[in-house]
């Protein structure tokens, strides 16, 4: 069963483009990992500042096994223009 993992970033101030970019990096070094089935990157119209990140995994194991293989510097570009942590959970599909 495909799992989603959800994440809800917001960039600290003046740094929008920066998270934008670094996101969009991020989607290219997500997509050919084993087990991933997709990822979509989103901007919120609203706030230039926000961003939503869906990840969909083969399975939990396949995501936690590409987060080891990414390791902190995988994602060092990211946290470096975050305004706090990001949001994320899990998300199953119903049938």
Do not use: N
């Amino acid at each position: 069963m495909t799992i989603l993992r959800h994440y809800r970033m917001a960039a600290a101030d003046g740094r929008g483009g920066d998270l934008r970019s670094a996101l969009q990096d991020l989607v290219e070094k997500v997509r050919p990992l084993p087990g991933c089935e997709g990822v979509r990157l989103y901007a919120d119209p609203d706030d230039s500042l926000t961003y939503v990140f869906i990840e969909e995994w083969r399975s939990l194991d396949d995501h936690k096994a590409a987060g080891r293989a990414l390791g902190k510097e995988g994602f060092a570009p990211v946290m470096a223009v975050l305004s706090g942590p990001p949001e994320g959970r899990y998300l199953e599909p119903i049938p």
